[in-house]
């Protein structure tokens, strides 16, 4: 009998183009070695082009989906995405209260998802405080790029010395943990990565790409690291591997349709491309 893999659970939304959301998380999930469980929280119409749809999931479904693959199945570590409203923020906190995800129990990666990278919103500004009273106190990492960090703070990041006062600043909102990502910080040669506990900065630094084929790359570092963690990484090597993994992602990414295509996690499965080629 084969040993069953660690879980991980993505609390997000679906994008239908399948380079961000659920999507990306779970294949990212499979290309390393963990079982991808989902609670949904929305469903996007969205495509390479753009966002122009989106349904929300009623919260106590979305909270019951959490609980019925904790409870049967167990997490070894999760991570939430686009959560779009306050009432949706509210109960999965509820819910990973009762199943003992976050505040120091099973690793709790938040993803502040708050638009598409064309700039279509992902979530209502009513649940701006939902996020730092109910998600960023319970939160082992909180995962912000700087569009994200100018929302919950109100400061613009333009230097990587910004980017340190950023993270000082989401550490006080309560997390354990704070990554600041610099993907959007496009006047710098490289991507840094800035990893912050309120004592301790950790810098993780990449290539940059000249590619415009980046959907998905927040989803993708952000589900590698609940994978890492889920495998008994503390919270420092997990971004490490993650950071390593995002970059050839970004390596391998590839074009869909008219506009722009995802990161690819499948460059870990190199034998992909050609299996069942007739
Ligand atoms: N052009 C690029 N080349 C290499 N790495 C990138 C590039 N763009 C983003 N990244 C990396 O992808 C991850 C997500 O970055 P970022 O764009 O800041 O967040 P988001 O995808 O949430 O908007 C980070 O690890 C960042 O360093
Ligand atoms: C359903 C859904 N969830 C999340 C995103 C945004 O994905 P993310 O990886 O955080 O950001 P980009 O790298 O694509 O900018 C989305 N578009 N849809």
Redesign the pocket.
Same mark, same amino acid.
């Given at each position: 009998m084969t040993t069953t893999p660690p879980r991980t659970l993505t609390i997000a939304g679906s994008d239908s183009g399948g380079c961000a959301g659920l999507q990306q998380d779970l294949r990212t999930f499979f290309a390393c070695g963990v079982h991808g469980l989902t609670a949904v929280t929305a469903v996007t119409v969205q495509n390479s082009l753009g966002v122009t749809g989106v349904h929300t999931v009623p919260p106590e479904v979305v909270a019951a989906q959490v609980e019925a693959v904790a409870t049967d199945i167990g997490v070894q570590a999760a991570k939430t995405g686009m959560l779009a409203t306050a009432e949706i923020i509210e109960a999965v906190a509820g819910a990973c209260d009762r199943v003992h995800i976050g505040r120091g129990r099973t690793p709790f990666v938040v993803d502040p998802v708050a638009a598409s990278?064309h700039g279509e919103p992902l979530l209502h500004a009513a649940a701006m405080d939902s996020y730092r009273t109910l998600l960023f106190p319970r939160a082992t990492l909180v995962t912000p790029?700087?569009d994200e960090v100018r929302l919950f703070t109100g400061l613009d990041v333009t230097t990587r010395a910004q980017q340190r006062d950023a993270a000082r600043a989401l550490h006080d909102l309560g997390p354990e943990w704070v990554l600041v990502?610099? #993907?959007?910080l496009r006047g710098d040669p490289e991507?840094l990565?800035l990893l912050y506990d309120g004592t301790d900065f950790h810098e993780f630094v #990449?290539?940059?790409?000249a590619?415009p084929h980046?959907h998905g790359? #927040?989803d993708t570092?952000a589900s590698t690291t609940t994978a890492a963690l889920a495998k008994g990484h503390d919270v420092v090597s997990a971004v490490a591997a993650a950071?390593d993994f995002?970059?050839e992602s970004?390596r391998a990414a590839y074009p869909v349709g008219a506009g722009v295509g995802p990161v690819s996690p499948l460059w870990r499965l190199p034998d992909a491309a050609t299996f069942l080629t007739p």
């Open positions: 990278m790029n700087l990502k610099g #993907g959007h991507c990565d #990449g290539p940059r790409f590619t980046v790359s #927040g570092l950071k995002i970059v970004v």
